[in-house]
């Protein structure tokens, strides 16, 4: 075929001209993905940069180290130590149960903790490190760490727990912590984001739950570079959480350490306040539990030993518990009725072993009676019919009033939990809560601290330390708080006559000093060391007229739960007094026999801060005692008390 | 005896062939190979390995194609377009029989030192056959219907086999270079506006045949355009490439945020970072001057073949010459309008500058063609 070149250049001329149309179509189409490129890149740079950053960016929180709690000498009773726990990347892993095969060869892993974690690598990438055992002693770590080239993926990791290093001496006291349950959440309003991380710790009772608010500290938080996948290439910054405050108790962990172990495996409480600040210097509720087992999670059978003991380790006695304060109540009935001026302190009360009130006989716990009984001798001997006397003369409500004045019925505002406000019952009182009148019996039987009067021993500690003072010493738990001294609490005047209080204490030295006082045999020797204290005997079952014929049943005889409450409470030194103990052994019989030895070895201790002299026991029970001393030594030294230097 | 041949005698010869190179042109795509290098050292966090050194190894392979491609005369390339055209059926065909599946379509076959991906082959192949065939086609037959039929036939059979892949954007591109060639060729314009008016007719039909039973695209393609329609409709799932690669491009700004400081490819949130999506990259690490400029470069490319077209007075040249550069343009063009959200997301690579074998070996061979045409243009007596 022959072509000419008329028809070639017509062609080519046709070609060319769609050539440049084409060109120019293409210019055009490129300047329009120009123009879109300038739209994304110029026009919508910054909202694509934010879009970027926040693909890019993760915030993590870091959990505050929690502060830490002290004794009142720097002793350390609730601290934040590594727990360490093993945890696989199985991406790292390769052949993960072929890991976990060879790590249980090691050390013992938990079934169930085992198939948790195979759920949780079913679910997640394959980069995230699974926990495979949690708070696994040092020994077990480091048979990891010596056989990591054999376990590919497996890292030992380690992060801060509660440690309670005085064991059961402060589990009422502080408490524990443990981790943030759904119910937690769901109480609060607006959860703190930290609360969300999973096995953070919070208060769950007593000082650790109270002051909650200042122990937790504030989150800090780490920016960090993720990829598509969520796995973190680095650490861009990090803001350290702010650690939260440190706090130092007004105990002294030596002498609360004593305490717990004084009162053994009795169902009791003893509490040793301060006269002059208000500080508590002992708070102890017995049985105790060990609070390290709430913050790993308790189990079953140790949760469920704690819930049946009869004795109730569980609860805080000291604040939570009441008490008819039996006999301890007299020091408040003879205070209103001598500031009423029913009575002189000289005056006597016969007693003939009863009184009838309103047709009743209202026995005193002498049988025979007392014969002719002034204040002093009252208190001393502990006569019942005195005080009914003085009592149904001086009216309930000033009687109640006055219970009041020296801090009974009262909340005492401390952080711990379930502080209890007691009874001090008033005509209006029983109207509001038995829409009853109030007999004349009430107020006889309130006389000598039965009947609807309730008190916890710390109220008791905090009456005694305010008779011993005459000032309204308030009870404080919190010493310092992040290094700041809190108010104490050595209190007002109460404006009570000083003579009647000086009456009242004298009777009260009687008890302990006097041949024939209640708690003669529990005194101490030793000038300006002198007690002066009131035995409490607290019926909690009424005795009939049949049984009172036929002889009251012996404490001794009677179960375990109906017997009585001992009571003692007191302060010393008598002419200077420093402090006020109280002492409540439930159904520990009589006060004088179960309660008063207690107290004055728990007085004993506090005043000479350590074992004090046998000197300073009667001559007749030094043997006895030294063999005790010898035995509660050896019993604390099982105790961790002594490890100053704090672990963490 | 064409036009050509007759001066035949005054096109330069042996050693003096590479004197005619179109040294502007292989400068253009050096460059735009360096480009891509850079990004692929890049997306690969700072290592030659495992995308820069056998893009490397490929790209010196084809230049070595495109040489001996250039110093081919230009008539043996009009005279094996049959041929070719042939052999790249056959292999679409081989590629439907033993192919390998890749991505959910299978595209490639292995022969042994690469993966050969044919429908790449089809489209260098396609163009040479429809410029050799209006080479030989008399020009005033050139919209006579019968022969207009003939090369849209001869476009339909290899789209068919590719769309059978299935491979939309591919067979997209074939049906778009065809018919730029058949329009360059001189057909009438008021066949492509019917082709046109068919297509909006088709599309529709498309969208009508959705869920019913002879539904002519599958789900995914269908997905595909729902999420490119409205891509924050499902920004995790099938949306989430082109809302990933849209904020990369716009978070470069106008300058970029440093090379290897893109934080979206870096930390994976790009899919096909070294493939399809290397665009979004650079955008993003160089900002809108770095693809501008990219943009620019392509750009002159198509400029220096028209240019080189219009000169060479051979029909097969100048048709061939044009071809190609429509496919290159195709590419680059559908490439970033789909990482600017402008088009779906269809498997169309950056020319020269993603990853892979087959598109960059054919292109340079293609190129080769285009250096030949250049070459052997049939010159006044230069002397």
Not at chain 1, 9 to 36: I, K, N, V, Y
Not at chain 1, 105 to 132: K, Y
Not at chain 1, 310 to 336: C, D, E, H, W
Not at chain 2, 226 to 232: C, E, K, V, Y
């Amino acid at each position: 075929m022959k072509r000419n070149s008329k028809d070639t250049d017509a062609s080519h001329g046709r070609m060319t001209r769609r050539a440049l149309f084409l060109g120019g179509l293409q210019l055009a189409f490129a300047g329009g993905l120009a123009a879109r490129m300038r739209y994304l890149q110029v026009d919508q740079a910054d909202e694509f940069r934010l879009l970027a950053e926040e693909n890019r960016i993760n915030i993590r929180l870091l959990p505050p180290a929690r502060g830490q709690i002290f004794d009142r000498n720097g002793l350390i009773i609730a601290q934040n130590s590594p727990s360490y726990r093993i945890t696989v990347v199985p991406e790292d892993a390769g052949d993960v149960e072929e890991v976990i095969a060879k790590l249980s060869n090691l050390l013992p892993l938990d079934p169930e903790d085992l198939e948790r974690a195979r759920t949780e690598m079913r679910r997640s990438p394959p980069f995230l490190p699974i926990t495979l055992a949690d708070r696994i002693g040092w020994e077990d770590i480091s048979k990891v760490a010596v056989n990591a080239p054999a376990l590919p993926g497996v890292t030992p990791e380690v992060g801060l727990t509660r440690v309670y290093p005085q064991l059961g001496d402060f589990a009422h006291v502080v408490g524990y912590v443990g981790p943030v349950s759904d119910y937690d959440l769901s109480k609060m309003e607006d959860p703190e984001p930290v609360l969300l991380i999973p096995r953070f710790q919070i208060g769950k009772v007593g000082f650790e739950a109270k002051r909650e608010d200042v122990l937790r500290g504030k989150a800090g938080a780490k920016r960090v570079e993720v990829n598509a996948t969520g796995r973190v290439m680095r650490e861009l910054d990090r803001r350290e959480g702010i650690s939260g405050a440190d706090m130092q108790l007004t105990i002294d962990a030596g002498l609360q350490n004593y305490v717990q172990a004084r009162l053994g495996r009795e169902s009791a409480a003893a509490v040793v306040i301060d006269c002059e600040d208000g500080d508590i210097r002992a708070i102890c509720s017995s049985p105790s539990f060990d609070p390290n087992l709430f913050v790993r999670g308790i189990s079953v059978a140790d949760y469920r030993m704690l819930t049946e003991d009869n004795y109730r380790p569980l609860s805080n006695k000291t604040v939570q518990g009441t008490y008819p304060p039996g006999s301890t109540f007299k020091m408040i009935t003879a205070l209103a009725a001598l500031e009423e001026g029913v009575v002189g302190p000289e005056e006597t009360v016969w007693c003939p072993g009863y009184l009838k009130v309103a047709g009743r006989r209202f026995h005193c716990w002498k049988r025979a009676g007392h014969g002719h009984v002034d204040l002093n001798a009252s208190l001393k001997r502990s006569c019942d019919v005195y005080y009914y006397d003085v009592a149904i003369k001086t009216g309930i409500d000033k009687i109640s009033a006055m219970a009041n004045k020296f801090g009974l019925g009262i909340k005492h505002d401390l952080p711990m939990s379930a502080v209890a406000q007691g009874i001090t019952p008033t005509k209006e009182w029983k109207e509001r809560s038995y829409g009853k009148d109030w007999l004349v019996g009430d107020t006889a039987n309130v006389s000598i601290g039965q009947g609807f009067m309730l008190a916890s021993p710390l109220q008791l500690a905090v009456m005694t330390a305010r008779i011993a003072t005459g000032r309204s010493v308030t009870p404080r738990l919190l010493k310092t708080l992040d290094g700041v001294e809190q108010p104490n609490g050595a209190g007002e005047p109460l404006g009570v006559s000083e003579n009647n209080l000086r009456m009242v204490r004298k009777g009260m030295y009687s008890v302990s000093n006097d041949r024939r006082g209640t708690a003669y045999r529990s005194r101490i020797i030793g000038d300006g060391m002198r007690m002066a204290g009131k035995t409490g005997t607290s019926q909690v079952r009424n005795i009939t007229a049949a049984e009172r014929a036929a002889g009251v049943i012996r404490n001794e005889d009677l179960p375990w739960e109906r017997r009585d409450h001992a009571l003692f409470v007191s302060f010393a030194p008598y002419d200077n007094p420093k402090y006020a103990v109280a002492v409540v052994v439930e159904h520990g019989g009589g006060g004088s026999k179960a309660a008063a030895p207690i107290a004055r070895d728990v007085m004993l201790q506090a005043l000479y801060d350590g074992t004090p002299p046998l000197e300073a026991y009667p001559k007749a029970d030094r043997s006895r005692i030294k063999a005790q001393q010898e035995r509660l030594e050896r019993e604390r030294v099982k105790r961790p008390l002594g490890s100053r230097s704090s672990r963490a | 005896m064409s036009y050509l041949e007759y001066h035949a005698k005054s096109t330069p010869s042996g050693f003096r062939k590479i004197l005619y190179l179109n040294w502007g042109l292989l400068l253009l795509l050096i460059t735009v190979s360096g480009v891509g290098f850079l990004m692929l050292y890049s997306v690969a966090g700072g290592s030659f390995s495992p995308w820069v050194e056998p893009q490397v190894k490929r790209f010196a392979l084809g230049l070595g194609v495109m040489f001996v491609v250039a110093m081919i005369p230009i008539w043996f390339w009009r005279n094996v377009s049959v041929l070719a055209y042939l052999g790249s059926l056959g292999l679409l065909v081989a590629v439907e029989l033993f192919g390998t599946v890749g991505m959910g379509a299978q595209r490639w076959i292995d022969i042994g030192f690469m993966r050969l991906q044919p429908s790449e082959v089809t489209k260098i192949a396609l163009v040479m056959l429809l410029a050799a065939y209006y080479d030989w086609l008399p020009a005033e037959k050139t919209s006579r219907p019968l022969w207009v039929l003939l090369p849209v036939a001869l476009i339909l059979i290899p789209t068919a086999l590719v769309l059978k892949q299935p491979d939309l954007g591919t067979s997209i591109l074939l049906m778009a270079a065809g018919g730029g060639v058949m329009f360059l060729a001189g057909v009438h314009w008021a066949y492509f506006a019917a082709v046109i008016a068919a297509g909006v007719g088709l599309v529709s039909a498309v969208f009508q045949s959705r869920g019913t039973e002879w539904q002519l695209l599958k789900d995914y393609q269908f997905r595909r355009i729902d999420t490119f329609l409205d891509p924050s409709q499902d920004p995790l799932g099938a949306g989430y490439h082109i809302t990933q690669s849209k904020i990369a491009l716009g978070s470069g700004g106008w300058s970029g945020r440093g090379f290897m400081q893109g934080t979206q490819s870096r930390l994976n949130f790009l899919p096909e970072k070294h493939t399809d999506f290397i665009f979004t990259t650079l955008a993003e690490e160089f900002g809108f001057i770095g693809g501008f400029t990219l943009l620019f470069i392509y750009m002159l490319i198509i400029l220096f073949c028209i240019a080189s077209a219009i000169a060479t007075k051979d029909r097969f040249s100048s048709l061939v010459i044009l071809g190609i550069a429509i496919t290159f343009f195709l590419f680059f063009a559908v490439n970033m309008s789909m990482v600017m959200g402008l088009a779906p997301v269809v498997g169309v690579p950056l020319p020269m500058v993603s990853y892979g074998g087959s598109a960059m070996l054919v292109l340079l061979g293609a190129f080769g063609i285009v250096q030949s045409a250049n070459i052997h243009r049939p010159r006044q007596s230069s002397r």
